[in-house]
């Protein structure tokens, strides 16, 4: 079965760069989410498109932006980057807002900022 | 938000039920139980969800509380393989909010 796919999957940027990120969530899926887990932490939600249209934010920086495209692939830009934005980010996509089985995590993308 | 409590870590031995507790008494009354678990250098997995009634699927067992104010996810045969991160999470049954992860499970399965 056709997964969340996240591309690159290794990536490395030197402070001060900007960075795209890239996901292709499930087909027939109406929302995409991305997470960012630092090293030794949990998951936190960043943002989500519902239908290619913003739907929620949470702790997203705002030298970070995403947009979803009428293909329905999402990408995440993120500028001026910080050491600290050193991490893995996850997408994920659902249907009907994952109720009856959930969001399906891409293997992500694991970001070092030099 | 209702949130959950988890035992930090948890260890069990390969091939013996393994039941993974999470406490939960602020839970209103339309809030679902998700269970989803990371395993190493991977994205969260979704394992199992329920409302009021235990649930059974390939993966696990998800046992609720009469009152729902505590869960357990069981896995019934713990293999290596299931040595993961697990996460309990509570999600309005609309799906209106996103899934927020708290501070999950570490299990470590031991040979």
């Known amino acids: 079965a056709a997964g969340v796919i996240q591309s690159p999957r290794h990536l490395i940027k030197e402070k001060r760069e900007t960075a795209t990120l890239k996901c292709y969530p499930i087909p027939r899926h109406d929302t995409v989410y991305w997470y960012q887990q630092g090293p030794g932490q949990d998951p936190q939600f960043l943002i989500s498109f519902y239908e290619k249209m913003q739907s929620d934010k949470g702790s997203i920086p705002d030298r970070f932006s995403a947009q979803q495209f009428s293909d329905y692939h999402s990408e995440l830009n993120m500028s001026s980057l910080e050491l600290g934005d050193s991490a893995l980010y996850f997408c994920?996509?659902?249907?009907?807002?994952?109720?009856?089985?959930?969001?399906?995590f891409g293997s992500g993308t694991r970001l070092t900022v030099v | 938000d209702a949130k959950t409590t988890q035992p930090n870590s948890m260890e069990s031995n390969e091939e013996e039920p393994v039941h993974l507790p999470c406490n939960h008494s602020?839970?209103?009354?339309?809030?679902?139980i998700h269970w989803y678990r990371q395993l190493p250098s991977q994205g969260p997995e979704y394992v199992i969800h329920?409302?009021?009634s235990n649930v059974n699927n390939r993966m696990a067992s998800l046992a609720i509380a009469e009152d729902r104010k505590s869960s357990t996810l069981i896995l019934h045969r713990a293999t290596l393989r299931d040595a993961a991160v697990y996460y309990c999470i509570l999600r309005d049954r609309t799906g209106a909010n996103n899934l927020f992860f708290g501070t999950g499970t570490r299990l470590t399965v031991i040979p």
């Open positions: 994920a996509s659902s249907l009907n807002g994952g109720t009856d089985y959930g969001y399906t």
């Open positions: 329920g409302l009021t």
């Open positions: 602020t839970i209103s009354g339309t809030d679902y």
